[in-house]
């Protein structure tokens, strides 16, 4: 069955300094891997995705993730954190042969000290 | 360019009462998921809907049940309210069947008392 982790419920990073939240998936054919990010009361905002191709996948405000097969692992980074980053972040997982719904970990909320 | 709406946006029941959740999707897609997310945790996916048939299904009761029109709107409804249904519950859009990234609306939050 799919599913995903995100092992940190939390993840507290002071502004200017990079971040990275963690997730890591398992899924039985391939991976689609996306991340939305939620903010207080509102719907989720696609951030980034892998499907094929390059491991490093670069995002909407200029978030990146590294893809790691041997890792199954698909975690979050951005090399300067902004106060406005903190947010609720969540990783997802579409294996293309169990269908297309996706499968989402419990999120990671972040947050950003000035 | 109109995103993925929803309505209502809040809405209260109480127990026993049924309740339907309305989604427009964006223009352009014809795919349309829900999900519910309750408080503190994850999206979990309860089903989709492509050419106006329940095309995946997660693992909630059949108190849960959806329809698509033709013009790919889409209708959340749940019977017997139990408080457990109490969640944000979100509909998501994509241009195909095949998957991509989704397109979420802002949700609707029902509160079972």
């Known amino acids: 069955a799919q599913s995903v982790a995100q092992p940190e419920d939390q993840v507290n990073v002071a502004e200017g300094n990079p971040l990275t939240v963690k997730c890591t998936y398992s899924v039985s054919g391939n991976p689609y891997l996306f991340w939305y990010v939620q903010y207080p009361n509102r719907g989720l905002q696609f951030l980034l995705k892998y499907i094929t191709g390059d491991n490093l996948v670069k995002g909407s405000y200029g978030f990146e993730a590294e893809f790691n097969k041997s890792q199954t692992s698909f975690h979050l980074k951005k090399p300067s954190a902004l106060v406005s980053d903190s947010a609720l972040y969540f990783c997802?997982?579409?294996?293309?042969?169990?269908?297309?719904?996706?499968?989402f970990g419990k999120g990671t909320t972040l947050s950003v000290s000035s | 360019d109109a995103g993925v709406t929803q309505s209502p946006t809040h809405l209260i029941k109480t127990r026993g009462q049924q309740v339907t959740l309305r989604c427009s999707p964006k223009?352009?897609?014809?795919?349309v998921s829900w999900y519910q997310q309750a408080l503190g945790q994850g999206p979990q996916f309860i089903f989709q809907?492509?050419?106006?048939?329940?095309?995946q299904r997660g693992n909630f009761p059949d108190r849960f049940s959806g329809h698509q029109f033709p013009n790919y709107s889409s209708e959340l409804n749940v019977n017997a309210l139990l408080l457990g249904d109490s969640a944000l519950y979100l509909c998501a859009s994509s241009p195909t069947l095949a998957g991509g990234e989704l397109f979420f609306g802002e949700g609707s939050r029902l509160t079972v008392l």
């Open positions: 223009s352009g897609h014809d795919t």
């Open positions: 997802a997982v579409r294996d293309e042969i169990a269908g297309t719904a996706l499968i």
């Open positions: 809907y492509y050419e106006e048939e329940e095309r």
